[in-house]
């Protein structure tokens, strides 16, 4: 009798246990997908804003996805965003929006960028896929570029 | 009844080993959030596009609105200020962006930057931090 309900007890404390392990573990794992989908982001528009890309000409190439282009940058210098890499890359956006991810690191998730005025109400460009109201979480990531001598925004939303 | 009360006594033991692994376990894992990178980008973004597209020079001048401008266009989580100095350390031009106060305790990321106006030397710093309960 007393080991029966010794058992009892033990099996019960360990199914209380069991489910507090489980449901901080889905914690955890939900914490380090996001932060992991964060640092992505955030790594990619630095390659964008702080980088010309690789090779840094990469918008003159004529078939500029095609296993030539090794980085994706969109900058002169730091934050001085040329025009040419912009139309360059919305051109691709059809025919290379996987090989762009994957340039960018981004290839596990779904992303959009877009390069907006100061008030954020003008669209100059706007490249990749944006997230629909149920694409589950998203990364938001506002950047400041300069586009023909004036501040904009470089926005980001990265997503999956 | 011995037997029982030893039982107890045993199962007591383990749950709380258990509970006390739980717990230790739980405050070690951090996991690495990027928001303070971003945060320093952003300051940096900020200070760099204000030099470069002139409206530190503006600011310097008199007329701040441009770097207000910019400052009202960061993000709703984050708060940042701008003070531009001159050469013996007197602030000339000082604004933090609206709905947004410095204070005593905050987790900040700064930012400098030099600029030359009208043959004088300028510092111009820059400092950002979460707005309360956006982090």
Redesign the interface.
Same mark, same amino acid.
């Given at each position: 009798m007393d080991f029966m309900m010794g058992l009892l007890a033990l099996s019960f404390i360990l199914m209380i246990y069991l489910l507090v392990w489980n449901s901080i573990v889905l914690r955890w794992d939900e914490a380090s997908a996001q932060n992991s989908m964060a640092s992505s982001a955030f790594l990619a528009s630095e390659s964008l804003l702080a980088t010309r890309g690789e090779p840094t000409g990469w918008e003159m190439l004529p078939a500029n996805m095609t296993g030539n282009v090794t980085a994706i940058g969109l900058v002169n210098g730091r934050n001085e965003l040329n025009p040419q890499k912009l139309s360059a890359l919305v051109a691709d956006n059809a025919t290379a929006y996987s090989t762009i991810k994957a340039r960018l690191g981004l290839q596990l998730y779904d992303f959009g960028l877009s390069v907006e005025d100061i008030t954020g109400d003008t669209v100059y460009y706007q490249f990749g896929k944006f997230p629909g109201p149920l694409s589950g979480n998203t990364v938001v990531i506002d950047r400041f570029g300069i586009l023909n001598g004036t501040p904009v925004i470089v926005h980001m939303e990265v997503y999956g | 009844?011995k037997?029982?009360v030893i039982?107890?006594d045993?199962?007591i033991a383990? @749950?709380f080993f258990?509970?006390a692994i739980?717990i230790i376990? @739980?405050q070690l !894992?951090q +996991?690495? @959030? +990027?928001?303070d990178? !971003?945060l320093k980008?952003?300051t940096l973004?900020?200070i760099?596009?204000?030099v470069?597209?002139g409206?530190i020079d503006q600011a310097i001048e008199g007329n701040i609105s441009s770097v207000q401008?910019?400052l009202q266009?960061? +993000?709703d989580l984050a708060c940042m200020g701008i003070t531009i100095y001159n050469s013996t350390g007197d602030v000339v031009a000082s604004t933090v962006k609206s709905g947004c106060n410095y204070t005593v305790g905050l987790d900040m990321q700064a930012a400098a930057a030099s600029e030359r106006f009208n043959q004088e030397n300028f510092m111009v710093q820059s400092e950002s931090w979460f707005k309360a309960g956006s982090d």
């Open positions: - | 009844m037997g029982f039982t107890l045993a199962v383990i @749950s258990l509970f739980i376990t @739980s !894992y +996991p690495r @959030s +990027p928001n990178l !971003y980008e952003l973004d900020t760099t596009v204000l470069k597209t409206g401008e910019v266009a960061t +993000p």
